[in-house]
């Protein structure tokens, strides 16, 4: 999946294909494909990937629980950011999902070095590490909301992804000019031809 969302919150919200105009697939088929966008993302690195990979692999029925726990918090965030979008407010309950998973999170993080010096880190041993992860992701934009641009949510067809506007006039639409801005473009222009021939047969 293009990673168009502009903070690893947001990727992980939008590995639901497509949320406007029909809803699906869903791109989280197993745990080891959130440890691939944690990879690429650079949340993770190769070797810790790989660990979370073998663990999330070694039992089948207890990686599906914790795929499902992933799935809940990514949809509950898509609910608070999407609120975000159209100017409203989360709803407590969202909030407190997200707030219990951040505290679980967090109580598990360990003082490491790293290339930037000292930072909280979380261990990266067990399969529900991955989802901590992208809980902190989650709850740290939405901490950052008052030093960054607001979440938005992509109008392409078939898309509702969301992002963060980043461009320099910040008055981006889309959540990618080489997908859903072409697509939209190149719908107009043909609604605009036909509704031409349609007047130069009258």
């Known amino acids: 999946m293009p990673l168009s969302g ?15 105009g029909r809803w699906g ?3 989280l088929g197993s745990l080891g ?7 690429r993302l650079g949340l993770v690195d190769p070797l810790e990937g790989e660990h979370l990979k073998r663990v999330a692999a070694a039992d089948t029925q207890d990686a599906g629980i914790v795929l499902l726990e992933a799935v809940n918090l990514r949809e509950v965030a898509y609910g608070v950011f999407l609120a975000e979008d159209r100017g409203g407010v989360a709803l407590t309950s969202q909030l407190r999902v997200l707030e219990q998973a951040a505290r679980k999170a967090r109580a598990r993080e360990v003082l490491k070095m790293t290339p930037e010096g000292l930072r909280w880190k979380l261990p990266l041993e067990e399969r529900r590490d991955i989802v901590d992860l992208f809980a902190l992701a989650v709850v740290e934009l939405l901490i950052d909301a008052s030093v960054r641009r607001p979440v938005r949510e992509c109008k392409g067809d078939n898309c509702g992804w969301l992002f963060l506007d980043r461009s320099k006039g910040g008055r981006r639409i889309w959540c990618s000019e080489a997908s859903c801005g072409t697509r939209e473009r190149s719908k107009r222009l043909r609604s605009r031809r036909n509704q031409d021939q349609g007047k130069s047969t009258l």
């Open 6 to 20: 502009g903070h690893a919150a947001l990727d992980f919200v939008n590995t639901v294909d497509s949320r406007r």
């Open 25 to 27: 697939p869903d791109l």
């Open 33 to 39: 494909d959130l440890v691939v966008l944690a990879e």
